[in-house]
């Protein structure tokens, strides 16, 4: 038996209990440059004590928070376990001495693991052999017993019921191998899952995933990680486990054995040939997605040409398996570590170099807390066999991965064979949901859809080889921070975000969890002004160093020169040891003195641009750090920027927009422009200029408080992917921490634990080579534990769970497509073609395999919730017209396509492109129908366009009269055609395209009693796929229908409402609506604060307002604090002009040298946001609902049954936040619960719902508040149902 070290030379780190240092940052908002003007929100003084206010309250949350993280070395400390018995080399194929099954694999692994000098960092695990009882977890007793016999045959009888399988050969010592292998891996589980061990790797032999519960097949006898996550399960409760598959053969038993058990997770990527390689199954294809409550829970990614390669094998992981696995939160990863799918391995015909290896393997350590167990499979050449196991290896024992070969392209046949799969998983995993229809990519002549290049198999594997084990610096992290840069402050506001205390604050944290006594210290140093030449003037440069000798007022006049800047007599000294203490560490990790570095510097840089100071910041460091990485290597070497602080980086995209050797990506908070810096450079389409064109990547975010799963998924489908092709030399992140949760100025709610694996996964470019310099975040709290994250990940820890994300916000899902679609051109790896339909069985409501089946407690079931294809006709939806130039839509066999009038090719959108992002098919109620023969001879019906989008519904027993419509405009035209072969086929459902356009009214309405209420399902339709209607629609003009819905004020809309809106004769007449005194009411709906009536107003007033379709007058929030969220808050142009008149000069010019100064502040809010300044003079407005919206007309009269003001979500039960739907009147909860209601109205397209907590009214299309006299009758139900009384006003 081999014998191993007893103790392994990994550093120990054991780190001291979290200490949070409290927090002194403001919550002051940064200002905005847009047009060169300026706008003041309040006043400093309210400024400070908003601020104030707001650190006292959230401070709270976000320690407790932090606290309860665990960051005690746990990943550090722990040893990487190796199980390997040389008895296990006692058996072979009697009858053909050349089996490729033979014991020389493993001896040869064993002999490679030794010279590479990592038997000796690897804990000892003593193999043993498995239980007859371990082997009836999933193997037959018959089974058993039989294989137990083969001891005692002989090689006749051997052979003879080897004959009986498929590809099988027989030994007498194969039982007892067979039995050690599976005992084996069961060691590790059980050391893993103790934690005595952090991962494993068992080098065994048989391999077991081909081996059925009654049968020997492909090699294998028993199932040994079958075995392994029963045993699992059974022993130690371990509830959600992630089988990874990469042997280059199907593992059919193991998808045989888990396909209806949702606790397993099993994803496998192979050679498929459309069934021609072995074993020929359909069941091996992209379709099979398993059965009964493991339906989603089995993922293949079916290879159908040989040479798949490094680009291909990393693409599925970043595009299906992580997001799908950060969804799943697997507690063990097992792998079936086949390396026959290795370059130069005969069976397997792949490139997959082990630098392949070694990424796939570090990022499934990011998953289950590091918990992960590879156990070999198959792998037939034994070069590379080896080579593939130790790069493995060394990724587990926390080596950094080496850098991939280039070109990275994934060839056309594996995006194909990746779509097929996300296209078959989409309707069950949120994660696979956000890829959209996006139209082919026209390539350049002679530019081929694939660019691997072929190499012989020794030249790829030794050049692979000498990455992995190149030799490695002996320290991992460098770390340079130094006090004398808190002498940088701001003389006039000791409450400016930018304190001191951020870099004190940070290093303290380290210090307390000792992560400092495993960093390399750095000296620090100043930069020279020669170096600050690389991205700044020298008149810029001399500008700055002037102020060292300036005095107070001149510091104030010359911090007025730029946005958002304060000076002080210590700035210039601190920038200069800002910028040369990250030169010090850049030249440490390209010296070889450190693996990756950490720069805890201030003040920051990436706002500075070449001749500006801006945004707190004066000397652009990472860029400088760049150019002085590429001066210190002699060439322009690839250089990756990302910049993940919440503010874009102008600076940096200017400096390096036509350069072409630096990568700069930035995610950031844009808000359309009006989020600091507040420039359309920060925009998505701004993707560089020159040569540098295609090497700018914004990802803005607007609309929305993002958090970690909007993070998480840019980095996987967007960031990663173009990484890994692009193949930096260094990596340097901008790591502002101010999209941190509890962050003053960001608002957005990124964790520490995120922080940490975005960390991780950047450490898999460079080799490893990337350094964090600090920019942003304002949370004192936040910024430490952040950043401490980010250091703990690169001293080789593993990043902690992320917990139970929700789905990513729909405007970053929209985001990340706009990203996709304007850089696909430029890197192969985002071309991703999900464009045909799904499979037929996507009808589950909404809910994720996760969430339907899942054992953990914190999942509610959903069993029941699914429907068969042959139960769902069709589901009505929406769909978003791209905002692209003027297309056409036609509806063909389930599926929609675009058709460019500009001279671009069709994009086809499926029905489940509707729901991508978060949406599955939902059942839903019958509503307004059309027919062919309603339509008076087969004419062209109304252009009803709402707000761009196009919905289409269905029913079953109603068919409505056509309505009579006006002409329709000259800009916005839209013809719907039902196919002619409704005349001959008349299904039970009949389909209409419902097209309405702002602005444009019916004369006639359908009385809305006639219209069906149905109770959210549907029937099985006959005939659901050969009768489905055909729906073209002509000549949408997007950019048109734009400019038109720009061109309606507020004021218009109301004298259409008068004029179009008609009450229903069987619809009562109601009096206008008024909110109870005494409701008081909390964040719901849109994500707009609601408010209390404000009892200095009469309610007579009140009434009287409501008549009129006026606006209620400011009211208090249950802090009697004004809302002050420009969202909200509407002043008049005098107002606006009477606040700067009597605003305090001094304090205004104290203000401006704060760096708090708003460019925007002759500006008022209510036409920045295009309100109509002329609606309430004189009068502020806490919330401005509209008086009338294009869906009104979508509002079904209150069901017979009546409501139920206390009932609970129909999804998940909850009592909190529901809403009702005024369409079909079921009941879901609101955004800040689980979204139900969000994700109820966005598959169905019923847009306008009630609030039972505060009975307001908000319209998902039209993003606001509602108030109008159609919803009267509803809300004065609601209003007696729950306080017993009419609404005041309410005859």
Not at 210 to 221: D, F, I, L, V
Not at 334 to 360: H, N, R, T, W
Not at 476 to 484: F, I
Not at 911 to 930: A, C, G
């Amino acid at each position: 038996m081999a014998s191993f070290p007893q103790q392994s030379t990994r550093k120990n780190i054991r780190n001291s209990p979290r200490s949070p240092v409290s927090s002194t940052a403001t919550s002051m908002k940064k200002s905005g440059k847009k047009g060169g003007q300026q706008l003041r929100s309040q006043t400093l003084q309210e400024a400070k004590r908003k601020g104030r206010m707001d650190r006292s309250h959230g401070e709270e949350d976000v320690i407790l928070k932090l606290q309860q993280m665990n960051l005690n070395g746990d990943s550090l400390t722990t040893e990487t376990g190796l199980v390997y018995d040389e008895r296990m080399t006692e058996f072979f194929c009697i009858w053909d001495k050349s089996f490729p099954e033979c014991p020389e694999r493993v001896t040869y692994v064993m002999e490679k693991i030794r010279q590479y000098g990592l038997l000796e960092r690897c804990v000892q695990v003593q193999a043993r052999a498995a239980t007859e009882d371990e082997l009836l977890l999933v193997h037959s007793q018959e089974y058993m017993e039989l294989m137990k016999s083969t001891q005692y045959m002989s090689e006749p009888e051997l052979k003879s019921l080897a004959d009986t399988y498929d590809s099988i050969f027989l030994h007498p010592k194969f039982y007892e191998c067979a039995c050690l292998a599976v005992g084996s891996v069961l060691q590790l589980v059980d050391k893993v899952v103790s934690a005595e061990i952090q991962n494993g790797l068992a080098v065994v032999r048989p391999p077991g995933h081909h081996a059925y519960w009654e049968k020997m097949n492909g090699y294998s006898m028993f199932n040994n990680l079958a075995i392994a996550a029963n045993y699992a399960k059974q022993n130690h409760g371990v509830e959600r486990i992630l089988i990874v598959d990469w042997d280059v053969h199907h593992g059919q038993s193991l998808q045989y054995i888990f396909e209806d058990d949702s606790s397993i997770l099993y994803f496998s990527i192979h050679r498929y040939e459309h069934g021609e390689f072995w074993p020929h199954l359909p069941e091996s294809d992209s379709q099979a997605v398993g059965i009964g409550r493991g339906e989603g829970y089995n993922i293949n990614i079916p290879w159908n040409k040989i040479g798949m390669g490094d680009a291909d094998y990393i693409t599925a992981f970043l595009q299906v398996l992580m997001p799908v696995a950060y969804e799943f939160r697997p507690q063990l990863v097992l792998v079936a570590a086949g390396y026959d799918s290795a370059v130069g391995d005969i069976k397997g015909e792949m490139q997959a170099s082990p630098s392949c290896f070694a990424i796939l393997t570090h990022l499934l350590m990011s998953l289950a807390g590091g918990k992960v167990i590879l156990s070999l499979e198959g792998g037939y050449n034994l070069q590379a066999l080896a080579e593939g196991v130790s790069a493995s290896l060394k990724i587990l024992l926390g080596d950094p991965c080496p850098r991939l070969a280039v070109p990275f392209t994934p060839c056309q046949s594996a995006l194909e064979s990746i779509c097929a799969t996300i296209m078959a998983h989409r309707p069950y995993w949120k994660g696979l949901q956000n890829f959209s229809a996006d139209k082919p990519v026209e390539l350049e002549d002679g530019e081929a859809a694939s660019a691997i290049t072929k190499k012989e198999f020794a030249e790829v594997l030794q050049e692979s080889v000498a990455e992995v084990f190149r030799k490695l610096p002996s320290e991992r992290t460098a770390l340079v921070y130094d006090e004398r840069m808190k002498e940088h402050y701001n003389m006039w506001d000791s409450q400016h975000p930018e304190l001191p205390q951020r870099i004190s604050c940070i290093y303290a944290q380290h210090e307390s969890q000792q992560l400092t006594e495993h960093c390399l210290r750095i000296p620090v140093r100043s930069a020279t002004e020669e170096e600050l030449q690389m991205c700044h003037s020298l008149k810029y440069i001399q500008t700055i160093k002037s102020t060292v000798d300036m005095k107070a007022r001149d510091l104030h006049r010359q911090s007025d020169e730029y946005i958002s800047i304060y000076l002080s007599p210590k700035t210039y000294d601190c920038a200069l040891l800002a910028t040369g203490s990250t030169f010090n560490v850049v030249e440490a990790i390209l010296t070889g003195k450190a693996q990756n570095g950490v720069a805890i510097v201030r003040p920051p840089g990436h706002h500075a641009e070449k001749n500006m100071a801006c945004g707190f910041c004066f000397f652009n460091t990472v860029a400088l750090s760049a150019r002085y990485a590429q001066k210190l290597m002699g060439y322009k070497m690839k250089v990756m920027i990302l910049d993940w602080d919440i503010h874009h980086g102008n600076g940096t995209q200017h400096i390096f927009e036509d350069d072409p050797s630096v990568l700069y990506v930035s995610l950031h908070r844009y808000d359309h422009g009006l989020f600091f810096p507040s420039s359309e450079d920060a925009n998505y389409d701004m993707v560089g200029r020159g040569e540098g064109e295609g090497f700018n990547i914004n990802i803005p975010w607007s609309n929305g408080r993002m958090g970690n799963p909007e993070y998480i998924s840019a980095f996987l489908r967007v960031v990663m992917p173009v990484a890994y092709e692009f193949g930096p030399e260094l990596v340097l992140v901008s790591a502002g921490f101010d999209a941190a949760q509890g962050d003053p100025l960001g608002g957005y709610t990124v964790t520490p634990e995120a922080y940490a694996h975005m960390t991780h996964m950047l450490s898999s470019l460079a080799g490893g080579k990337v350094i964090v310099v600090l920019e942003g975040g304002y949370n004192l709290t936040s910024i430490s534990e952040s950043m401490s994250m980010c250091t703990w990940t690169l001293l080789g820890g593993t990043p902690p769970d992320l917990g139970r994300m929700k789905t990513p916000h729909l405007s970053a899902m929209q985001s990340i497509s706009n990203v996709i679609g304007v850089h696909r051109k430029y890197w192969s790896s985002l071309r991703l073609q999900v464009t045909e339909p799904v499979a037929e069985d996507t009808s589950i409501q909404g809910v994720t395999p996760a969430q339907k089946t899942s054992p953990s407690p914190e999942v509610k079931s959903a069993e029941g919730k699914h429907r068969s294809s042959s139960e769902l006709h069709m589901s009505p939806c929406t769909l978003s017209l791209p905002a692209s130039p003027e297309q056409t839509i036609k509806q063909t066999d389930g599926s929609l396509t675009f058709h460019d009038l500009s001279g671009s090719s069709e994009q086809v959108v499926d029905d489940d492109s509707f729901h991508q992002m978060n949406l599955t098919p939902k059942s839903v109620m019958p509503t307004e129908l059309q027919t062919s023969e309603q339509i008076s001879g087969d004419k062209e019906i109304s252009d009803k366009i709402i707000a761009s989008s196009v919905q289409i519904y269905v029913d079953q027993e109603h068919l409505q009269k056509s309505t009579v419509v006006q002409e329709p405009t000259e800009g916005i035209r839209a013809t719907v055609e039902l196919a002619k072969s409704l005349d001959n086929h008349k299904p039970a459902g009949q389909v209409t395209a419902r097209m309405q356009s702002v602005g444009q009214r019916t004369e006639e309405q359908v009385p809305t009693d006639q219209l069906p209420v149905g109770q959210g399902s549907v029937e099985q339709i006959p005939g659901s796929q050969e009768n489905v209607e055909q729906v073209t629609a002509h000549t949408v003009s997007v950019e048109r229908l734009s400019a038109e819905v720009e061109s309606i004020t507020i004021s218009e809309l109301k004298s259409k409402e008068a004029k179009a809106r008609e009450v229903s004769p069987n619809q009562s007449k109601t009096t206008p609506f008024c909110m109870s005194e005494s409701l008081s009411s909390v964040p719901v709906g849109g994500a707009r604060q609601k408010v209390k009536s404000n009892a200095s107003v009469s309610k007579e007033s009140r009434i009287k307002a409501k008549e009129e379709n006026e606006i209620l007058p400011v009211a208090e929030t249950e802090d009697k604090a004004v809302v002050s969220n420009p969202v909200f808050q509407e002043k008049t142009h005098q107002e606006c002009n009477v606040n700067s008149a009597v605003s305090d000069p001094q304090e205004e010019l104290l203000g401006e040298a704060t760096g708090w100064s708003n460019v925007l502040r002759s500006v008022p809010f209510c036409q920045l946001f295009g309100n109509d300044v002329s609606l309430e003079s004189g009068t502020l407005y806490a919330v401005t609902p509209l008086p009338w919206c294009p869906h009104l007309e979508t509002v079904h009269p209150v069901p017979s049954s009546g409501l139920n003001v206390l009932q609970t979500c129909s999804d998940c039960g909850t009592e909190r936040e529901n809403w009702v739907c005024l369409v079909c009147y079921q009941v879901y909860c609101g955004r800040y619960v689980n979204e139900h209601m969000l994700m109820h109205g966005l598959s169905t397209g019923h847009l306008l719902v009630l609030s039972y907590t505060d009975l307001s009214v908000w319209c998902y299309g039209c993003e606001s508040y509602v108030h109008n006299k159609v919803l009267f009758e509803v809300q004065n139900t609601a209003h007696r149902l729950k306080y017993g009384e009419h609404m005041a006003g309410f005859n």
